[in-house]
Nanobody, 124 residues
């Protein structure tokens, strides 16, 4: 069983920054690929970013490239999403997820555990 708890969401003006963090339980965190997804009201959940277990491979959805950075600290069992130059269209509930068997995927179906989500609201 893996528990994921997100934090760091909030309200920010367009152009501002937020840093999301996800704390994971389990002694084998270093073996999981981790991902961030988001879901805006009335829209389907979408992939945002992923990072492989070792932290040396990352991938992003096109709309956040150059603005968001995913990172992980395997000693602290945490994964972070640094979000800069935020736009109103980034407003969503952000979820972290753990993929116990893969190397990092854009497909939410590959992930085995999900957090409860944290709200990010960007005002114009």
């Amino acid at each position: 069983q893996v528990q994921l708890v997100e934090s760091g969401g909030g309200l920010v003006q367009a152009g501002g920054s937020l840093r999301l963090s996800c704390a994971a339980s389990g002694r084998t965190f270093r073996n999981y690929a981790m991902g961030w997804f988001r879901q805006a009201p009335g829209k389907e959940r979408e992939f945002v970013a992923t990072i492989n277990p070792g932290g040396y491979y990352t991938a992003y959805t096109t709309s956040v490239k150059g603005r968001f950075t995913i990172s992980r600290d395997n000693a602290k069992n945490t994964v972070a999403l640094q979000m800069n130059s935020l736009k109103p269209e980034d407003t969503a509930v952000y979820y972290c997820a753990a993929d116990l068997w893969g190397a990092g995927s854009r497909d939410g179906k590959e992930y085995d555990y999900w957090g409860q989500g944290t709200q990010v609201t960007v005002s114009s």
